[in-house]
């Protein structure tokens, strides 16, 4: 298996333009993660899947973003209009199990100009 | 909601020395784990720990898991200039594990 699969790697992206994050979990996984890492908040959880359904969103930080996952192979994160303050490395992570070993992607480095 | 923090921050050593992180939480925990991102990576799952007490080695690093399951340490023995990197743990209570914020390892040849 290639293991979770993100892109694009990089985006750079003007203030109020949507960007569109992807992942690809592992095959098998049942669960799913989208995180946000900055050096100021460290690792945040925004969003866990758990079957393709949305069990805990409580971290997504406003209505901006959005995030769907439409089949057991895919996910989008959306942010939609992007700020500045947006700019991070979002990981998706999948795992066996809620409380499986998590597997990471390399991560999308985002910067809103 | 569940609250794990770790400590330091950030810790520098010279090559040789040994390093510890501490993880604590203000819950229970059903299990630990801990993983390694080495700088501009992602975070890479180094092991899980489950039972009160317990205490495993990968080479010369040593994890353990309190007897109340409210922490965790890991320790590595002769630090290598390939053991720099941010040490995350996460714990897990009845839910998802929870991340701590990381100690960064800077070693200094």
């Known amino acids: 298996d290639a293991g979770v699969i993100q892109s694009p790697r990089h985006e750079v992206t003007e203030m109020g333009q949507e960007v569109t994050l992807r992942c690809k979990p592992i095959?098998?996984?049942?669960?799913l993660f989208w995180y946000r890492q900055t050096m100021m908040r460290g690792l945040e959880l925004l969003i866990y899947f758990n079957n393709n359904v949305p069990i805990d969103d409580s971290g997504m930080p406003e209505d901006r973003f959005s995030a769907k996952m439409p089949n057991a192979s895919f996910s989008t994160l959306k942010i939609q209009p992007s700020e500045p303050r947006d700019s991070a490395v979002y990981f998706c992570?999948?795992?066996?199990?809620?409380?499986?070993?998590?597997?990471f992607g390399q991560g999308t480095r985002l910067t809103v100009v | 909601g569940q609250q794990v923090m770790q400590i330091p921050q950030y810790q520098h050593v010279q090559e040789g020395e040994d390093f510890t992180t501490y993880c604590n939480s203000s819950t229970t925990l059903s299990n630990i784990q801990w993983y390694k991102q080495r700088p501009g990576g992602h975070p890479v799952f180094l092991i899980q720990?489950?039972?009160?007490?317990e205490v495993k080695k990968q080479k010369r690093l040593t994890f353990q898991f309190g007897e109340a399951k409210k922490n965790s340490s890991l320790h590595i023995t002769a630090t290598q200039t390939t053991d720099v990197g941010t040490y995350f743990c996460?714990?897990?209570?009845?839910?998802?594990?929870?991340f701590g914020r990381g100690t960064s390892l800077i070693v200094h040849p």
């Open positions: 720990l489950v039972k009160s007490g």
């Open positions: 996460a714990g897990r209570g009845s839910y998802i594990p929870t």
């Open positions: 095959s098998g996984h049942n669960s």
């Open positions: 992570a999948s795992s066996l199990g809620q409380g499986g070993e998590a597997f």
